[in-house]
């Protein structure tokens, strides 16, 4: 039994290729035909306006959503109906939320360290150190003991990402991760974001921090109405959109 796609020739390099991908929840068609290569590195900042399919998209990436026609291969495994494929595109593909998810019972050093523990089989001192580690990286390593419910929201997105790093994905996704913080905490979650992206992570940004697409996306994707409109990288997209879509959103958000 062998799913691994052999990725020759022009799409080596991808580590995602999606390819005519489409999804209706019942009769709603809520993705329709996208397609898109990301390669090993690549940062991706994915915007549009509410209801567009952006988070249904990058869901199915790591199958939190299904979809019902097309294709989809991460990292060389191709997503089909197979548990195993499913848990290893899992294991490469990190996702932080909007709402940080966070396990309000257990502390911060430990919801880092269930994954590693519980899915990876790590011996515990090894998963708390990895952990303090990212802990560390994000600055909030004093706070290792504390319960989720007892850090700010953009502290607690902080943990998230550190608890996504923990399991050493390939790609990280982020759909709105400063969406839902006070304005003061954005800043620090694209600091760490930043910096994930300058250390070459492949990264794919649900956001609409702009100032964070100029400066760290490779190509920026505009989706309204389950499609793909558009997508350029940062300059020519913010100076000079193509279609009357584009133009009408980024008059609304700039
Ligand atoms: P975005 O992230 O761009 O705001 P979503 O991907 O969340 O958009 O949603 C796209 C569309 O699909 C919206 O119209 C939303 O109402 C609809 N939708 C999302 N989830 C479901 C669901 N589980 N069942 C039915 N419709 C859904
Ligand atoms: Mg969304």
């Known amino acids: ?90 294991r490469d593909v990190g996702m932080v939320f909007q709402h940080f998810n966070l396990f309000p019972h257990l502390t911060i050093l430990e919801n880092l360290t269930l994954g590693p523990i519980w899915v990876q089989k790590k011996p515990k001192e090894e998963a708390e150190a990895v952990a303090m580690k990212y802990l ?39 759909d709105e991760p400063t969406s839902a913080l006070d304005p003061e905490m954005v800043k620090e979650v694209l600091d760490v974001m930043i910096e994930l992206a300058e250390e070459g992570m492949t990264m794919l940004c649900v956001t609409h921090e702009m100032g964070f697409a100029k400066k760290v996306a490779d190509r920026v994707i505009f989706m309204d109405g389950g499609e793909i409109v558009e997508e350029n990288t940062p300059e020519p997209f913010f100076s000079n959109p193509q279609t009357d879509r584009l133009q009408l959103f980024l008059s609304q958000i700039l």
């Open 1 to 90: 039994m062998n799913h691994v796609t052999d990725n020759s020739t022009d799409t080596q390099d991808d580590v995602i290729t999606i390819t005519d991908l489409n999804k209706w929840y019942g009769d709603f068609h809520v993705l329709k035909d996208i397609n898109l290569q990301v390669k090993k590195g690549e940062r991706i900042v994915i915007c549009g306006p509410s209801g567009s399919g952006k988070s249904t998209m990058i869901r199915c990436i790591n199958r939190l959503e299904e979809f019902q026609r097309g294709s989809l291969v991460v990292d060389g495994i191709e997503m089909i109906d197979d548990v195993k494929n499913i848990e290893a595109i899992r």
């Open 136 to 174: 560390e990286r994000v600055k909030i390593a004093n706070q290792a003991d504390k319960y989720p419910g007892q850090l700010s929201g953009g502290q607690q997105q902080r943990v998230a990402i550190a608890r996504s790093l923990c399991m050493s994905p390939q790609i990280m996704l982020f």
